[in-house]
């Protein structure tokens, strides 16, 4: 029998917060969240309580979702023309 991990992907939305930060959740996971102070603090909090979330799945015996096709999202930064409100 083999012994191998399987490494899944997942998206993880990254919320600016009010006090500064990013607030982070999974919409694969609802409820799974974390926040970090900036974003790359954010990042490792997020691999970190995901992978406490899906090890808590595993112990009940839960289905642990796949990966599923979202959109990529991404800031575009334009000029706006002389004279827009």
Request: one cysteine or more; glycine letters at 8%.
């Amino acid at each position: 029998m083999s012994n191998f991990q399987r490494v899944l992907s997942y998206y993880a939305v990254f919320d600016p917060a009010e006090e500064g930060g990013f607030n982070v959740s999974f919409p694969d996971f609802p409820g799974c969240v974390t926040f970090g102070k900036t974003f790359e603090d954010a990042k490792k909090m997020a691999e970190e309580v995901l992978g406490l979330w899906l090890e808590e799945l595993t112990q009940r015996k839960q289905i642990i979702p796949r990966y599923s096709n979202r959109p990529i999202i991404h800031q575009i930064d334009v000029e706006l023309p002389t004279g827009a409100r």
